[in-house]
């Protein structure tokens, strides 16, 4: 028993010190180059940097100085095509799915550097929002947004 224990010791430990630390993420909108709206991506907070990476290329690298904004939003709404499928089987069922509703989350982001101005949109998983939304606040000194509680003023 301790001679497996052992090997299973040695084959975790150094897989978890190259397991990926950063954030799935679905790629929303805004003015990245090389990735389209509803791509993944992965989004990796380092101590003084933001990357936004596509499979092995990195799309940007943003200073953690330069961040101007972070907002955060969901949209939520009502699961009408799954209960329809559902009705088709049972009218039950479906009628039930009719009156549950999902959540989508998402993150936005601004930056500034010198007269390089950008920003984009990205949906996060619901576990990863949080943190996402906390790793951003902490590294660049910056409050996340609420956006249904901005109001637009003409």
């Known amino acids: 028993m301790k001679y497996f224990l052992t ?3 040695c084959v975790m430990i150094p897989t978890m010190a190259f397991a ?3 954030y799935k993420v679905a790629y929303d909108g805004g003015s990245l180059q090389g990735i389209k709206a509803g791509n993944k991506a992965h989004l990796y907070i380092d101590a003084d940097q933001v990357r936004i990476v596509k499979g092995k290329t990195v ?3 943003i200073p953690a100085s330069s961040i101007t904004e972070i907002s955060y939003g969901q949209d939520v709404h009502r699961r009408v095509g799954a209960a329809i499928g559902l009705a088709v089987v049972s009218f039950g069922v479906g009628a039930l799915m009719a009156l549950t509703k999902s959540k989508k989350h998402f993150v936005g982001l601004t930056w500034a550097t010198g007269e390089h101005k950008g920003g984009f949109a990205m949906q996060c998983d619901k ?3 949080r ?3 906390a790793g951003l606040e902490g590294i660049s000194g910056k409050k996340a ?5 901005m109001t637009v003023k003409n």
């Open 7 to 9: 090997v299973l010791l």
């Open 20 to 22: 990926d630390s950063g």
């Open 59 to 61: 799309l940007v690298t």
């Open 127 to 129: 576990s990863d929002y």
């Open 131 to 133: 943190g996402i939304l």
């Open 145 to 149: 947004v609420d956006s249904e509680a």
